[in-house]
């Protein structure tokens, strides 16, 4: 099946028929010149949904997004020709509902799409290369048929005059059976061109426009048709629409290239290298008889690393314990007994009767005395000494020096000794390869066309590093700077990208410190023997040590500060003189910052200006708390950064006591900031500087002097095919940057013995269907590509390509490249998706999926791997020629005998051999 080649944006002029055989034009006007009676006007175009996108160009501004609408409404038309009616061939007596709901009538043009329908069938089968017999016979059948079985109704057009001629040449016979079947087929495919979905729609309707158009072309010329004209009709024809409405209403491509997307002959030079020859003379030594030449080459990098881990460990424990006993007892015991009687009898009896009287007397008298004394003393005392000292101290150091010293010693001696009578001289020569050059011819290819600026840049970098073995010294990044320069933000990761230790820590941009001041009267506060006239004065300054790199650049002051009561000579207001108060002495309060007052005030209730406080009420006295000055400061910046030191002065007038407290805010100095900067950079550069020197040591040892690491020239061709591949994906996929397809994530946190990758299924499901149609639909093994020179590159890239040197000549001049022209041509029978990608960028024509087996476009896994390896089969071989390329290499022998041929040339085979090849004939 035929590719859709020119069908989105060909503006073709008015015409009455296509000017040759390469374009089909989709509209025109004829006036049938066999008819003399009359003129009779016969249009081939869009009758219906055409018209109306004309309408539509002609009346609304933006005619691309009304136009999907009004496609997506015509194909639903029972006019419309869509896939379903194409499926499973065509029905010759399909209907439609007549008007306003009348009996069912045959649609226009059915019978005719019907033949045309399986007219292409037929043409496949023959591999769209009938012969020209089998052809006429078929379509004469086909009309013949046609005719009988036409339905009442259909004009086969006034055959009048084609009685006696060919069915097939009869115009008017032709635009009968084909003209309404044409008219479907040009609205449809209109429509369909406008609908990302139906891409496929369109790319049969476009096929059939062709078979159509090849019958036409038959009826036009009167004659058969050659086989090589049937096939040129049916694969290299261009469909052209109408303009207006198109291009207008096409929708803009989401895919732009260098040039439009057409289809041509796709010339292809290949090449080989055939062999090597002895060129131009790259040195001469001399050795005269006798002499002796010795060129020594001595070079000796040293890398030495110094570690030193030195710990201090200092202890002392020291107990001390005392206690004692003592217990004393003491007794003293006394007993006095002192005994004394006396008897003594007495009685006094005094009586008197009468006139008598009688006195009488007797007595007794006994003494007893006891005296019992008992003193009894007990003392104890409990001392219990038990005394014990320990001192233990312990000192530990551990000094431990590491020195690596690394040593390569990178020696060359070249000697030149002339033992013989005869003069010496050694004739070096560069090498020239030899590659035979052959054009090859692929017709009728859609090409795509690209310029992609330095196509090398990535390859150059990966050449430029190493691989690394196991154990080895990797090549370290180029030394450069973050753009903002070294911060706080970065350094860290400057030090890992180098591999630095040991790194500064940034400072704080802001830091504080304070002071406190406390200050109290030296009066005791006792009543005082006379009267106070002037207020103590309490006065303290300190300074205040700024920390290193920073400047006080604000401060802040809190102040607290209790009065002073006594009794004070209060000077009167009212008159002159002063009055004796008892009160509490207002207070004013000064702190100063260096020469900058940062806080002055006075306290005492009602704002008065006397000495001592006072309510203003009848009853003057102020409370103690009342009195108290309180005072929480905001921040205040200096006029002038202080740095060092930064002196700070307090003054209480009439204040028993008070404390003030001073809060600095210090911001970092420029000064220290670009020490930091300075600092992580010496470290980082040291870390740099180390890391160079032993790959450079390694790089010496393994006697590696190119610059990149090349591959083999076959292995170079493909690693610059893939690259500009990947550029070439990159442009059709419009993403920059190229981040590939990530369907197998780094696990976030990897189990200990399990690595293995997986799989994220419904990402690689989401890729697939892009990765299989841009790897399968362009024709990989055709592309081609020619170089600019270096100064199309950004002029900060020129010293590194113009000097760059390779020893494979086609590498360099891919790397050395400012720019490269590309040309990638589409497989035949992906023309129509190709260009469906450009449009809408979607894959397949819009279908959702990738086609199966048995489909146009599906491609089996073993043609894909033979396509990789070989060009396609259809290129048809053309001049060759052979051109010497500079190299690298150096020959000491000035016949160069011994140079390598190419034992499997396959190039400029008879009888296209070059017409003066460089190496005779080329055999090796």
Known sequence: MTDIYALRAVRAPRRTEAADDSTLATEWSEVDPDIQTHVEHRWWGGTEFVPQLRDLVANTENPAGQAP????????????????????????????????????????????????????????TQDNEPEPADLDRWLRDAATQRAADAPPGIDDGDQRDDQERPLLEARGSLHGLLGATWSRLVDSLAAALLLPLQGELAQRLNRLLLVAGLVERRSSYRRPLTAQEISQLLACRTPLLPDPPFPEVLPPDQVELVRRATTSDLFVVRKEWRGYVADEIADI???????????????????????????????????????????????????????????????????????????????????????DSTDRTTEIAKKAIARAASKIETQTRQERTRRTLTRTELRE??????????????????????????????????????????????????????PTRTGSVGKPPDFVLPEGGITPENYLGLAATYGATGMPEPPQPTVGTAAALALMAKDAGTAPSADYWNAPVLAQSVEVAVPPGYAVTAIKANVEVTPFHAIWERETSAHGGYDRQEALHTITATVAAGDQMIFDSQAGPGGGTNSIMSSGAQDHLVQFLDGHLHHAGAEQALVHPVVVKLPISVCLVGAWAGNVGVDLKCELTQQAKDAWVQSVYDVVRAAYDTWLREWRAEQAMAGSPATLAERSPARNAEMMQHEIRRHVVTWLLGESPFLGRNAVPAKAVPPARDNTPDINIPAALDSADSIQFLEQALEWANLAWVAYPYYWAGRDRWPDLMDLETADPDLGTFLRAGSIRVVVPARIGFGAAVLHWLTFRQPWLGGGCAPVPGRPMYLSVAREIRDQMMPPPDGEPGDSWEVALPTTLQWLDDKATGLPLN??????????????????????
């Open 69 to 124: 609408a009004l496609a997506e409404a015509f194909l639903q038309r029972p006019t419309a020709v869509t896939l379903p009616t194409l499926r499973g061939g065509v029905d010759p007596a399909a209907t439609m509902p007549g008007e306003d709901g009348g009996e069912p009538v045959p649609i226009p043009g059915q019978p005719g799409l019907a033949m045309i329908d399986r007219f292409d069938r037929w043409l496949v």
């Open 285 to 371: 030594r001399n050795v005269m008889a006798g002499e002796h030449h010795d060129t020594r080459f001595i070079r000796i990098d040293e890398a030495e690393v110094v570690e030193t881990t030195s710990s201090s460990t200092d202890s002392t424990s020291e107990s001390s314990s005392e206690n004692s006993d003592e217990s004393t007892f003491t007794e003293q015991s006394k007993r006095e007994l002192d005994l004394a009687i006396n008897a003594k009898g007495q009685v006094d009896v005094s009586a008197q009767y009468s006139s008598v009287k009688l006195d009488v007397s007797a007595g007794f008298s006994a003494d007893f005395s006891l005296k």
């Open 413 to 466: 001696q070249h000697k030149l000794d002339n033992p013989s009578a005869d003069h010496v001289r050694g004739v070096y020569r560069w090498v020239a390869r030899v590659d035979r050059f052959q054009v090859w011819r692929y017709p009728d290819r859609l090409q795509l066309e690209f310029e992609i600026p330095e196509p090398g840049r990535y390859l150059l970098e990966q050449l430029g590093t190493t």
């Open 903 to 924: 034992p499997m040339g396959r190039l400029g085979k008879p009888p296209h051999e070059p017409p003066d090849p460089l190496l005779g004939d080329g055999k090796a």
